[in-house]
């Protein structure tokens, strides 16, 4: 089966915004830093402890994500949001409330002329999620 995933690039709280991430969703999270690597010898030093790898399966879906190395000049994350659709509105309520710990919330969660709950926010680690739940069309 083909997927789309998205591999989000932290400046150095991967694995702080994966933790988070796996509490907010739910699922199975993998996490290798640079020196757990079979290529560990080639991280430039003082990437050692940097997430490499990070990898969080959850129902209906996989993100990814990975610590950009130290001392690169970090661009935020821009351009993008990351969707999540729940068949049950609870779930999608629950989901937007877990996240908005710390967030910048753009939209509150409401209903909508596509769903019967909707929300927006930029997450505290700079991620952008719009969560939807029972989606109408």
């Given at each position: 089966?083909?997927?789309?995933?998205?591999?989000?690039?932290?400046?150095?709280?991967?694995?702080?915004a994966?933790?988070f991430?796996?509490?907010?969703?739910?699922g199975?999270?993998?996490?290798?830093?640079?020196?757990?690597?079979?290529?560990?010898?080639?991280?430039?030093?003082?990437?050692?402890?940097?997430?490499?790898?990070?990898r969080?399966?959850?129902?209906?879906?996989?993100?990814?994500?990975?610590?950009?190395m130290?001392?690169?000049?970090?661009?935020?994350m821009h351009?993008?949001?990351?969707?999540?659709?729940?068949?049950k509105v609870?779930?999608?309520?629950?989901?937007?409330?877990a996240?908005?710990?710390?967030?910048?919330?753009?939209?509150?969660?409401?209903?909508?002329?596509?769903?019967?709950?909707?929300?927006?926010?930029?997450?505290?680690?700079?991620?952008?999620?719009?969560?939807?739940?029972?989606?109408?069309?």
């Amino acid at each position: 089966m083909n997927q789309l995933n998205p591999y989000l690039i932290f400046n150095g709280n991967a694995a702080e915004a994966m933790r988070f991430y796996e509490r907010a969703l739910g699922g199975k999270l993998d996490l290798m830093t640079n020196a757990q690597s079979p290529a560990a010898e080639k991280a430039p030093p003082g990437n050692e402890n940097r997430i490499m790898h990070g990898r969080l399966a959850f129902d209906g879906g996989v993100i990814m994500g990975m610590d950009g190395m130290a001392g690169q000049p970090y661009q935020g994350m821009h351009g993008f949001t990351v969707a999540l659709a729940y068949d049950k509105v609870d779930d999608g309520k629950r989901v937007f409330d877990a996240l908005s710990e710390g967030a910048k919330v753009t939209m509150p969660w409401g209903k909508t002329f596509w769903a019967d709950g909707f929300g927006m926010l930029t997450d505290r680690f700079g991620t952008p999620w719009m969560v939807n739940g029972h989606m109408t069309m």
